[in-house]
């Protein structure tokens, strides 16, 4: 495990050197072709200033945004005991510090993740669509890959480099917006000779640059996060020891048509199952975030002996037909094979609606009475004469359309 995280600091070191040359790059020419004197220091300095500050508070707040920014709602272990009791159960596997703070977003599309600053300062967040479709093993199996993002210190670093990635495409924006805008060519033209001739070759290398940054930033950062979602996997499945159970549940995410409705560029690198549905496009493999889920299914339903390091960096290449690198040599050396446990006997949605619930809800409507089933699951009755046309669960805090029937 350790040697897990430790191949991450690495790895994230030379993501952020990257985004930091681009970042630099972007500023020293942006800079010198507004005025090649004073210019790419004052550039490199503003794009420096901007990026730290955003840093500063994506390290101290960055969690809370992205939870805020998915509508990710605090919930209680009376709200969703079973839910509570699976994050305890994988946060005793995992050997995390303390327990992740838990969250449900009040959307009907199946997905998670995690996020936060370190393995004492973490929160898992799930849809309310996930708990009523998935069963214990299937639910287990997410909890621990996100578990796992805890552990190998994924969840700040996706943070961080996300907010470095929108500064990126973010200054690059505004200088291409401000060249097209401001009519700077005149103003080379006053200037002496050889200032403006200076002035324009930083200018043709400012826009190539501010065109190719963002891109580049993107796929330095989609080939990583990929791999940290391949290693989230084979990292859960040692906590589960039952991998089918993450497979199927990322079946059950991958074939559904609901689409989260509160998500961007930034968030969406966090989710377990892309929630950002690419229509028609192909070209997606290469910017995607997230690989293949048919990949990570066949990769996990080939780990039918024993889930270790090793075996899942075997069923890696197998899958992928050739030799490729995953797990970093000092994690294939605990060789010790963990053996598949045996399938919960529990395989009902882990958020099942109560047989006494549905009796009742009979007698209710006979009575006049209307149902509003929240995304979360949980039913709600209005009495004949409720004239309001929403309705705020209490469970999920989703606020629901109430049609007069
Ligand atoms: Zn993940």
Redesign the pocket.
């Known amino acids: 495990m350790w040697e897990l995280a430790r191949s991450n600091k690495r790895k994230s070191i030379f993501l952020f050197a990257g985004m930091l040359l681009l970042l630099v790059g972007l500023g020293f020419f942006a800079g010198g072709a507004f005025d090649p004197q004073a210019g790419p220091f004052l550039g490199v300095t503003l794009a420096m200033f901007l990026w730290i500050i955003q840093l500063i508070i994506s390290y101290f707040a960055g969690g809370s945004i992205m939870l805020a920014l998915s509508g990710a709602k605090p919930v209680t272990r009376d709200m969703h005991p079973r839910l509570f009791n699976i994050v305890e159960e994988m946060k005793i596997a995992a050997n995390l510090p303390v327990l992740p703070k838990i969250y449900v977003i009040p959307e009907e599309a199946p997905n998670a ?2 996020t936060g600053r370190n393995p004492q300062k973490s929160a898992v967040a799930v849809t309310a669509g996930l708990l009523s479709r998935l069963n214990r093993d299937e639910l287990q199996g997410v909890i621990a ?2 578990m ?2 805890v552990l190998n210190r ?1 969840i700040l670093f996706m943070t961080l480099v996300g907010v470095s990635l929108g500064s990126i495409v973010l200054l690059s924006n505004i200088f291409l917006r401000g060249m097209f805008h401001s009519g700077s060519s005149s103003r080379y033209r006053s200037r002496g000779k050889g200032g403006g001739q200076a002035a324009l070759i930083f200018l043709a290398i400012a826009i190539v640059f501010a065109i190719l940054s963002p891109i580049m930033a993107q796929l330095l950062y989609f080939a990583i996060s990929r791999r ?2 391949y290693l ?2 084979a990292t859960g499945v040692r906590l589960t020891r039952y991998p089918e159970g993450l497979a199927s549940a990322l079946e059950k995410m991958s074939r559904t048509d609901l689409v989260l409705s509160r998500v961007n560029k930034v968030t969406a690198a ?3 199952v892309n929630p950002l549905k690419r229509k028609g496009m192909q070209l997606a493999d290469l910017t995607a975030t ?1 690989p293949p889920i048919s990949e990570r299914i066949k990769i996990l339903r080939s780990l039918t002996y024993g889930v270790n390091f090793a075996a899942y960096q075997k069923a890696f290449e197998s899958v992928r037909g050739r030799p490729a690198s995953l797990i970093p040599k000092g994690g294939l050396s605990d060789a010790a094979t963990v053996a598949l446990r045996a399938p919960s006997k529990d395989t009902g949605p882990v958020e099942p609606v109560p047989a006494q619930r549905i009796a009742g809800d009979l007698i209710m409507a006979a009575s006049g009475f209307t149902f509003v089933t929240c995304a979360c699951g949980l039913k709600m009755k209005t009495p004949p004469d409720f004239r309001g046309n929403s309705l705020r669960c209490p469970k999920c805090g989703k606020v629901n359309s109430v049609n007069a029937a």
Do not use: Q, T, V
Request: charged fraction near 35%; avoid cysteine.
């Open positions: 993740f995690a890959h996100e796992s993002h994924d940290r979602e989230a996997d966090l989710y377990i997230h």
